[in-house]
């Protein structure tokens, strides 16, 4: 078989729809499966895919597994040479899936590859990104990014990246990653230490030690409506979650300083989540900065 299509969906039944339809209505010329682990979703998402996709493998959780431990779990039962973790708000409008999977047969060296994501107006998402280091990231909790933009930010957030040239990134979102079945393994799949968020920059950074290529390629595009699922966590919740992450990847992959400095100042972003709550201040994503 020559792909494997892994999607981890909870509560965005209609677009898990929609998802699921343009698979199917767009993807020619290659022997693939679709794998839905459901993330024991309360919209009748799983019954949707039953009733309407029966050449899904559906996967139904009892409980809220995350990311990427669910992930996993798709990744165990997949047969593709190739492979790919797409998110439920994502819709094809071209044959994507055998553009990349021409990428990697033609380059050993990738490890993970990337496309260009477009919001449904068609309009350009940035999902590029360079390391996270210190500074950048102690301006993100405490919510500054949102008032000033200084070098290290801009560096972290890949202001300059030019989005018509394919070439090698050091990060990329976790919306939407093709890798080959066999490389995905030798790396050990998703670290499960991450229940959301930064799994992805984990995952990059990994490949990176390896001495594996990232790459980004403009030749296919995705309608990606993104953060659909998230959007529905409580604002202090998903705070929690990001700054436990982000922690996490501190501690694996910084100095020890670098860990201590970030678990400091992760109480005073949930104080500042929760303000930003109580006055009804909606933040943006790091895409649209």
């Not at 050449?55 to 990311?67: H, M, Q, T, W």
């Not at 560096?155 to 093709?178: E, P, S, T």
């Not at 968020?197 to 990232?214: F, M, P, T």
């Not at 309608?223 to 990001?242: D, M, T, V, Y």
Request: aromatic fraction near 10%; glycine fraction near 4%.
């Amino acid at each position: 078989m020559d792909l494997s299509i892994i999607i981890v969906s909870w509560n965005v039944k209609d677009l898990l729809k929609k998802c699921l339809q343009s698979i199917y209505d767009q993807t020619i010329g290659l022997d693939f499966e679709v794998i839905v682990i459901d993330n024991a979703s309360t919209d009748g998402s799983a019954q949707m895919v039953l009733d309407n996709f029966p050449r899904v493998d559906l996967i139904a959780s009892n409980e809220n597994l995350g990311f990427a431990k669910a992930n996993n779990l798709g990744l165990e039962q997949a047969r593709g040479n190739f492979i790919c973790f797409m998110n439920p708000d994502m819709e094809l409008i071209e044959n994507s899936f055998k553009s990349m999977r021409d990428l990697l047969v033609n380059n050993k060296k990738i490890g993970l590859a990337t496309c260009q994501l477009v919001y449904p107006d068609l309009e350009r998402q940035n999902n590029i990104k360079n390391n996270p280091g210190l500074c950048d990231q102690i301006l993100i909790l405490l919510k500054l990014h949102h008032l000033s933009q200084p070098a290290c930010l801009k560096k972290y957030l890949a202001k300059d990246f030019d989005y018509f040239k394919q070439q090698k990134v050091q990060q990329i979102m976790g919306a939407f990653v093709f890798s080959d079945d066999d490389f995905f393994h030798q790396i050990g799949g998703w670290d499960t230490d991450y229940w959301l968020w930064w799994e992805d920059l984990d995952l990059c950074k990994r490949v990176q030690k390896a001495g594996y290529d990232i790459i980004y390629t403009p030749k296919t595009k995705i309608i990606h409506h993104e953060g659909k699922s998230f959007e529905q966590n409580p604002s202090l919740l998903k705070q929690k979650r990001f700054n436990r992450g982000m922690r996490i990847y501190f501690k694996k992959h910084h100095n020890l300083l670098s860990y201590l400095i970030i678990s400091l100042l992760s109480p005073i972003s949930l104080l500042l989540a929760w303000l930003s709550k109580t006055f009804k201040i909606k933040p943006q994503t790091q895409s649209k900065l």
